[in-house]
């Protein structure tokens, strides 16, 4: 079995920054793409930012400039360094990766459980 799990959301001021980090770890061979998504109240869960396993990244176009994804592969763990936050970035933030368990096995995709941004203004 794999685990997800999210950690650093928290209450920042308008302008303010947070770090993101989530650790995947338990029957893992190899892990491909990670992510992070977020969904605010009455929203469907939107992109934030994904990156490779060889650290090519993508991000949606309101997060550009402001988040920055990073992962450690040795650590199984992918970062969302976020700088000026705004009101509008009050969400519950979800990491997925995509893991394969065994050479054998392919790839399936694992959420955490979310963490708590909230952004005051």
């Known amino acids: 079995q794999v685990q997800v799990v999210e950690s650093g959301g928290g209450l920042v001021q308008a302008g303010g920054s947070l770090r993101l980090s989530c650790a995947a770890s338990?029957?893992?061979?190899?892990?491909?793409?990670m992510g992070w998504y977020r969904q605010a109240p009455g929203k469907q869960r939107e992109l934030v930012a994904t990156?490779?396993?060889?650290?090519?990244?993508y991000y949606a176009d309101s997060r550009k400039g402001r988040f920055t994804i990073s992962r450690d592969n040795a650590k199984n763990t992918v970062y969302l360094q976020m700088n000026s936050l705004k009101p509008e970035d009050t969400a519950v933030y979800y990491c997925n990766a995509e893991v394969r368990s065994s050479m054998w096995s392919g790839r399936h995709d694992y959420w955490g459980q979310g963490t708590q941004v909230t952004v005051s203004s």
């Open positions: 338990g029957s893992i061979f190899s892990i491909g793409d």
């Open positions: 990156i490779t396993s060889n650290s090519n990244t």
